[in-house]
């Protein structure tokens, strides 16, 4: 069975410093992981994956997430944080058709 | 523009009444998926389709039915709303059957309140 966890309801950070927000995942196989993000009153845009390959993956403005095999996790990064980054986060995975996405984290950037 | 739509964006009803919620991609997508958003549920899926003529439970399918009678239509059906299925829908494709390998487009939502 899936499992997809994102430990953090809610992640604060100022703008301009790092941030972290949080993916541990449970699958049986190999992981298939997804990042998206929500925008108010939008639909899920798509931010990085990692399905096989190197376990630093780039996304789209700016963000990058790190896999790591043995604490089952893929945490999504980015350097310095825009207040414009603020959003819910949702990470995923997605195996033979069936997806299963994590509870979101809602990321506030404050200026 | 490559996309996906739904319709309607917003639909209040009552319960019992049939309802279709419709999705189309331009894409010439292989997969689609219906998925429901709750506060603090994140998204749970509904169903799902690899291919015309192929549709998969997903987690939560009690309630729904769909079709995949073409390649870009994927209509959700509520033949006996209720209360609780009260939520925000989204519709979503990807390019291969599977998923796996590439992203999943999603739609703009769907707003259902059922009374």
């Known amino acids: 069975a899936q499992s997809v966890a994102q430990p953090e309801d809610q992640v604060n950070v100022a703008e301009g410093n790092p941030l972290t927000v949080k993916c541990t995942y449970s699958?049986?196989?190999?992981?298939?992981l997804f990042w998206y993000v929500q925008y108010p009153n939008r639909g899920l845009q798509f931010l990085l994956k990692?399905?096989?390959?190197?376990?630093l993956v780039k996304g789209s403005y700016g963000f990058e997430a790190e896999f790591n095999k043995s604490q089952t996790s893929f945490h999504l990064k980015k350097p310095s944080a825009l207040v414009s980054d603020s959003a819910l986060y949702f990470c995923?995975?997605?195996?033979?058709?069936?997806?299963?996405f994590g509870d979101g984290t809602t990321l506030t950037v404050k200026p | 523009e490559a996309q996906v739509t739904q319709n309607p964006r917003y639909l209040i009803t009552v319960t019992g009444k049939k309802l279709t919620v419709t999705c189309s991609q331009n894409m010439n997508h292989e997969y689609m998926s219906w998925y429901r958003q709750d506060p603090g549920l994140g998204l749970r899926q509904i169903y799902y389709?690899?291919?015309?003529?192929?549709?998969d439970k997903g987690d939560v399918p009690e309630g729904y039915k769909v079709s995949r009678k073409e390649k870009r239509n994927f209509p959700l059906i509520l033949e006996s709303p209720s209360p609780n299925q009260t939520s925000l829908y989204f519709c979503?494709?990807?390019?291969?059957?599977?998923?796996?390998?590439?992203?999943?487009?999603f739609g703009p939502g769907t707003r259902l309140t059922v009374l």
């Open positions: 990692y399905i096989t390959g190197d376990n």
């Open positions: 995923a995975d997605t195996n033979a058709g069936k997806s299963t």
């Open positions: 389709s690899m291919n015309v003529e192929v549709t």
């Open positions: 699958v049986s196989g190999n992981p298939y």
């Open positions: 979503a494709s990807s390019l291969g059957g599977l998923a796996v390998y590439n992203e999943q487009f």
